[in-house]
């Protein structure tokens, strides 16, 4: 009775399905050699679905090892009584790595001046770092081709050298350019550790794969995999293709209220900018969710909600806050849920992100945190 109260005040939220993350993991398992431990990605917010709450989860489940961005997401984690291993994938500021020991983080080393920066450091002990290799992604990483430098890097006293690890650029893509892109990124990268293991560096783990490095190239036994957006249930892109077929189950599902009904005659403007004028007679809703919510403005008059399982358009643009359907012909009362992203009738996460020009990933982390993440019973 609680949590039905606490939802009726709600005007817009978020409701997780954790039955549907564990059903995920499951899945994933299956295509992974069983000395291969899953890394979950809870960076942004765990993707929007609330990094805690999934995290949480995840350890219920038997999942110790987690990815972040920043050493503040680690730290939440932390705070908030998250056990094993949380690897911060990006930059630490130097005067904060007394943090990352503190709270037992792992740091990113990204590249070798960063490491030489570190080296000068009176820290309090080793720090414990994954070495991240730039085998094409040219993002961040020290250069697969400066192995001398690489060497430098595991000789420095103060750090603990736990994973080396790089990051496919077009993993997702089945095109025969983008495979031999992706083969010669794996072959980079095996250059290095094997070069690294004839110099007498063996003591670490390695790690390759994100979501649809798995999918595409389950070939590959490492240590570990990194899981992102398909242990959340969904895929990046609309009809992607992928090597392997895996049955995802979605865990997110975003609602709003109806808050107010009115009819409009024929030649009437909806919302800012008048951008859509009405042709006959019809009935609105204005629904309690906006953009400041994370809900796309580029779904302005072209995205779809459901309303008691019926599809309904998106008239005029949407607001920071709410946002007008067409009801027409529908019974429906003030209080009634609108679902704007769910399991079927064509919106999920991969469809929205298709009609808003983007992608699930971005879609969905951009969730924003005034929608209450509740779970779904």
Known sequence: ???????????????INLENLEHNIKEIQKIISKK??????????????????????????????FAVSSLKEGIELRENGILGNILIFGFTDYKNLEDVIKYDLIQTIIDYDYAKRIEKLDLSQKL??????????????????????????????????????????????????????TKSQ?????????TLKSAGYSNFSSHIQSSYGILNYPELNLDYVRIGIIMYGVHSEKNIKTKVNIN???????KAKISSIHELDVNESISYGRTYITTSKIKV??????????????????????????????????????????????????GDIVTLIGEDQNIKAEDVSYLANTISNELLSRLGNRLERIIKK
Not at 248 to 254: A, N, S, Y
Not at 287 to 304: C, E, H, M, Q
Request: some cysteine; overall charge positive.
């Open 285 to 334: 809703a204005t629904v309690s969710i906006g953009y400041a919510d994370g809900y796309p403005r580029s779904l302005s008059s072209k995205g779809i909600v459901l309303v008691n399982g019926k599809r309904r358009p998106i008239l005029g643009r949407i607001c920071m806050d709410q946002l007008i359907i067409d009801v027409t012909n529908m019974s429906i009362q003030v």
């Open 248 to 254: 995802l189950k979605p865990v997110l599902t975003l």
């Open 36 to 65: 291969t431990k899953i890394m979950a990605v809870v960076k942004a917010n765990a993707y929007g679905h609330g990094a805690v709450l999934i995290s949480k989860k995840l350890n219920e489940i038997g999942i110790f090892n």
């Open 186 to 194: 794996i072959n980079h990268f095996y250059q290095v550790i094997n």
């Open 128 to 181: 414990k770092v994954h070495l991240k290799i730039n085998t094409g992604m040219n993002r961040i990483g020290e250069n697969y081709q400066n192995i001398e430098k690489i060497k430098e890097i595991f000789a420095i006293k103060n750090i603990e050298i736990l994973g080396v690890f790089t990051h496919l650029a077009v993993s997702d893509s089945q095109t025969l350019e983008d495979i031999n892109f």
């Open 1 to 15: 009775m609680e949590k039905e109260f606490k939802l009726a005040k709600n005007q817009a939220w978020i409701e």
